[in-house]
């Protein structure tokens, strides 16, 4: 068998040349990161983008670490006097860590174990007579071992030895327990119940009171939920390697057969038979059950912290890369009851003009001052925009807003609600007291509020990405991947918008490639010192910032105002190029820029050399043609209907304009200008199946969404984006929907097997309200999904 590289095993499974990945792996160890080698060395890697290059960075990882084992049983199996050639290719072509284990398993030293003292006790001939010659008889073969000086007293000490050696020969047979964890994996469920006395105490897992799902198909926030019922005392786990049956076991089970299979074990009335069918049953039972439903818990929880990662990563991507409102004097608002509602204005450049707390709502209730107040600090500082924590008083809040809209129209202001998560982790960090000195810290988060409207990316980075709260079960999941993930969320995000090198924080710079927490310190330490970088060049005066720093950051980091290369994405190793496109059009830089007419011209092959190869002089091409073009969408707040602002003012079948507000397995949360998100079903998105909401929507996106039905009991709103579809009043809407017809949330439905809920799944649960996260139970509350 021919062994592959690590790096072929990561281009066979992204589907590119081993070339490419050598190369990319080359780059990487040589301290490039992810966004510079996917901009900057196209050419080196083929092409490879920044996905690949995530996925082969952790593959690469997990490979090396498999190498690192596969060494390390290699030498011990080898000091043991036990590495044959057919074990050591064995070792070499094992594929998975759990794989190497599974081998590794019979040569693992280990303390004692019964099979062990049976075998110093000499028992293990007798163990392979009864299994290579079911024809002996077990107690007549078995009196030839009795020994008292070897402490086998009887025959039945002498087949409980034998039978111990086997339980042990079948538990650590890698092919059998392999196929066996994957059969089990593929049709075994788990289970739980409430533990008794606990059913008041933990009845936010009420739905998993008397649950069972499959292990292959459960989603990762079921997972997540029953390992968390189990930790609170509150649910009891059970693994059942079998799919539900309504008829009761009769005989050994298909995986006792599968042993008795792989060790030529049948019962064929012959004097052993029963006894190894006995001897199988136990091993079974007894041994292997326990480890492949450890095994299966591990790999339970392995699937839906990566799957968790995933969501969260995916929500953070949203967030970071939301539309930004741009440098436009911004009111933000932190809403509360008691303690009012914080306000902080910020002028074009994010710098804090004037701070206030007003106490419009109860037990205050000074509505009209608060209004005035609002009202001349936007005239004095000419604010345009109006930034809405979502958090506690949200709603009322934003009322309070439409109606400062509504009595002051000459003022001309817009408002947004925006996601204050991690708000108050900013206003209590070290960074917030040193950025706004001597400010309360409960003004901090208004500050915060407003700048993340203006631009969400520059805002949040200075939050640790656990803290802003759009993940699931974040503190149930492993804090080393959820960290790494977001942090690579967080650079590759920063590094496809650029940053503009004399207005960025410390935080900030910091996600730039190539720039450690230090370096942008010293960064801005310099600029506050000798003023604002007015080239690229002059950043390699900067102390500490060295050739390989420069080279990495280079590209990413934005200065306006002097040579417009410099403002662009286009590298400064690549200006040569830049150049002679310039000199070849007979046009001056300053002209070029932004004329397609003549850009369009040029053939990207003409300026092909051997340094820089096709893909990088198209993109410079493309960067000359908009330079320092930014990636997020433009900022766009949606038109609420007239005369639609309470839930009462709905009626099915309304066409209405909206905002994503939040997006979830099962749907997509709307803000519809009535104080109430309302949920678009997963089913309600599309005509198309959707398998994830985010193909569709994403939050932030401004949407045109049809009612159709309104729960005012619950006050629960019921959407679809498909707008052709008929509406029943008091039913679902009509047309095609996904998933075998599965009804929108609230509709009905039967309760499916173990408890599912009423929908099979997928409206918002009682466990999926609470323990979620911050950011979306807001957006479950909001929905009105009170948990």
């Excluded at 309302?678 to 198309?688: E, Q, T």
């Amino acid at each position: 068998m021919v062994v592959q590289s690590v790096e072929q095993r990561i281009a066979e499974e992204l589907g590119v040349r081993d070339g490419q990945v050598t190369a990319a792996v080359g780059l990487l160890d040589g301290g490039a990161t992810v966004p510079f080698v996917a901009r900057y060395r196209k050419e080196v890697t083929g092409g490879l983008d920044d996905s690949q290059l995530r996925t082969l960075e952790e593959r690469l990882g997990y490979l090396r670490e498999l190498e690192d084992r596969r060494r390390t049983v290699l030498e011990s199996v080898r000091e043991q006097g036990k590495l044959d050639p057919a074990l050591e290719a064995q070792i070499m072509a094992a594929d998975t860590k759990a794989r190497l284990e599974d081998i590794y398993l019979p040569y693992k030293p280990k303390r004692r174990t019964k099979a062990q003292i049976a075998r110093e006790a000499g028992l293990e001939p007798l163990a392979d007579l009864l299994l290579t010659s079911p024809d002996t008889d077990p107690a007549a073969a078995a009196a030839g071992f009795v020994d008292a000086a070897r402490e086998v007293a009887d025959t039945t000490v002498a087949l409980e030895g034998a039978r111990a050696i086997l339980v042990e020969r079948f538990a650590e047979d890698a092919d059998l327990i392999g196929d066996l964890r994957e059969r089990m994996w593929k049709q075994g469920r788990v289970g739980s119940k409430v533990r008794a006395g606990k059913e008041e105490e933990g009845a936010k897992f009420s739905d998993y009171f008397d649950f069972s799902g499959s292990f292959a198909s459960m989603p990762s926030h079921r997972v997540l939920a029953l390992f968390r019922g189990e930790k609170e005392d509150v649910l009891t786990l059970s693994i059942d390697p079998m799919p539900p049956t309504d008829e009761p076991p009769v005989g050994p089970t298909e995986y006792e057969r599968a042993i008795a299979h792989r060790f030529g074990i049948a019962n064929r009335g012959r004097p052993a038979d029963t006894w190894l069918a006995d001897t199988v049953r136990w091993a079974w039972r007894t041994k292997i059950l326990v480890h492949l439903g450890i095994d299966t818990r591990m790999r339970l929880r392995a699937a839906a912290e990566d799957e968790a990662v995933r969501v969260f990563a995916a929500n953070l991507r949203d967030l970071l890369l939301a539309a930004p409102a741009g440098a436009r004097a911004t009111m933000g608002l932190d809403p509360g009851f008691r303690t009012g509602v914080k306000v902080a204005v910020v002028d074009a450049t994010g710098q804090v003009v004037a701070t206030d707390v007003i106490y419009p709502h109860v037990p205050q209730n000074q509505w009209d001052r608060s209004i005035e107040t609002l009202a001349r600090l936007a005239a004095a500082h000419r604010v345009e925009l109006v930034a809405i924590g979502n958090g506690t008083a949200s709603r009322e809040t934003d009322r309070l807003a439409a109606e400062l809209i509504k009595r002051h129209p000459q003022l001309g202001l817009t408002s947004a609600v925006v996601s204050e998560a991690g708000a108050s982790v900013y206003s209590a960090s070290a960074f917030a007291s040193q950025e706004l000195p001597g400010m309360d810290v409960s003004l901090r988060g208004a500050v915060s509020i407003a700048r993340r409207l203006q631009d969400p990316l520059a805002e949040l980075v200075k939050i640790d990405p656990k803290s802003i709260g759009v993940g699931q079960y974040q503190h149930d999941i492993s804090q080393v991947a959820l960290s790494r993930s977001l942090d690579a969320v967080v650079e590759d995000c920063v590094n496809a918008v650029g940053v503009d090198v004399n207005t960025a924080s410390a935080p900030l710079l910091t996600r730039v490639s190539g720039i450690t927490a230090s370096l942008a310190e010293s960064i801005v330490t310099h600029r506050d010192t000798h003023g604002a970088f007015r080239s690229r060049t002059a950043l390699k005066d900067v102390p500490r910032l060295g050739p390989k720093a420069f080279e990495q950051a280079a590209g990413f980091l934005r200065i306006t105002g002097g040579d417009p290369l410099d403002g662009s994405a286009v590298h400064p190793e690549a200006y040569p190029v830049a150049r002679r496109m310039v000199q070849a059009t007979g046009h001056d830089l300053t002209s070029l820029i932004g004329n397609s007419t003549v850009l369009q011209s040029i053939s990207p092959k003409d300026f092909v050399d051997g340094k820089f190869g096709l893909p990088t002089v198209t993109d410079i091409l493309a960067e000359l043609d908009k330079p320092g073009r930014d990636p997020r969408p433009t900022f766009r707040t949606p038109t609420f209907k007239e005369g639609v602002e309470e839930v009462k003012d709905l009626r099915p079948g309304m066409t209405l304009e909206g905002v994503v507000t939040n997006v979830a397995a099962f749907g997509a949360f709307i803000d519809i200008g009535v104080h109430q998100d309302g949920l678009a079903h997963v089913s309600a998105l599309s005509k198309s199946f959707v398998r994830d909401p985010r193909e569709v929507v994403k939050p932030g996106d401004v949407v045109m969404v049809k009612v159709l039905d309104v729960d005012m009991q619950r006050k629960r709103i019921s959407l679809t984006l498909r707008l052709d579809d008929e509406v029943t009043p008091g039913g679902p809407a009509t047309g095609p929907r996904q998933g075998g017809g599965r009804p929108a949330p609230g509709r009905g439905g039967q309760r499916g097997n173990g408890g599912q809920g009423r929908d099979g799944g997928n409206r918002p649960r009682r466990d999926e309200g609470a323990p979620v996260n911050s950011a979306m139970a807001e957006a479950l509350r909001r929905a009105g999904y009170q948990g």
